[in-house]
């Protein structure tokens, strides 16, 4: 285990579902973030929260909405997906915002979603 | 146009290879490079670079990072198949979080 625990592992969901995912961290860490990792893509930066607040939003699509109730915790509600957006979701934390520990990123293993 | 591109994308090779793996990137507020080994899930740290020319080793893995020519690379020696993953490199920049690139998606066969 890494840390940083996400769940579900994998879940599969019809484009008119409503479904959140969670990440949970014991690391003590102040910044959280989400990625996406499609096939044959660059992990892609969705949301990044610091100290709680959100501080980027690369441009993802309305149909996601994070939320952070403490520096612990990071939810990603999901909401009309398109069969597109299935991929792996990474949630990771980091020590430091904006700056690096010398051990970089941590983790979860991700929730690899299928949308029907 | 990609900030971090890696190269080759998916490599083939015995066991007992060496294999070097490739990551650019581009030098805007640059602070450090990083490198990530993924085996199934959780993407696992393998090192940060921030000074050129200063090798950095952990058993088989050695990486270095040129800032002149803005490029690390990744060296593994006597290649086991435990040693199949996908390599990512990522660049940290000032005021964002880590940009990856595609990563290479190596293969050890016995």
């Known amino acids: 285990e890494t840390g940083v625990t996400q769940t579900p592992r994998h879940l599969v969901m019809g484009m008119t579902n409503k479904k959140s995912l969670k990440c949970e961290q014991h690391?003590?860490?102040?910044?959280m973030y989400w990625y996406k990792q499609s096939a044959k893509k660059p992990l892609e930066l969705m949301f990044v929260?610091?100290?709680?607040?959100?501080?980027e939003n690369n441009s993802v699509p309305s149909r996601f909405s994070p939320e952070c109730p403490n520096s612990s915790h990071l939810f990603l509600h999901l909401h009309t997906l398109q069969p597109e957006d299935s991929a792996l979701y990474l949630c990771a934390s980091s020590q430091v915002p904006g700056t690096l520990s010398v051990y970089g990123y941590t983790f979860g293993s991700g929730t690899r979603l299928t949308v029907v | 146009e990609d900030k971090v591109v890696q190269s080759p994308l998916s490599l083939v090779v015995h066991e007992g290879d060496t294999v070097t793996l490739n990551c650019s990137y581009e030098v805007t507020n640059f602070r450090s490079l990083l490198w990530y080994k993924q085996e199934k899930k959780a993407p696992t740290f393998l090192f940060m670079l921030?000074?050129?020319?200063i090798e950095k080793k952990s058993g088989r893995l050695s990486s270095i990072l040129d800032k002149k020519e803005l490029f690390s690379i990744l060296n593994i020696t006597a290649t086991q198949t435990g040693d199949s993953a996908i390599y990512l490199c990522a660049r940290n920049q000032a005021g964002t979080a880590l940009i990856f690139g595609k990563g290479t998606t190596l293969s050890v066969s016995s």
């Open positions: 921030t000074s050129s020319g």
């Open positions: 690391l003590g860490h102040n910044a």
């Open positions: 929260y610091n100290f709680k607040e959100q501080t």
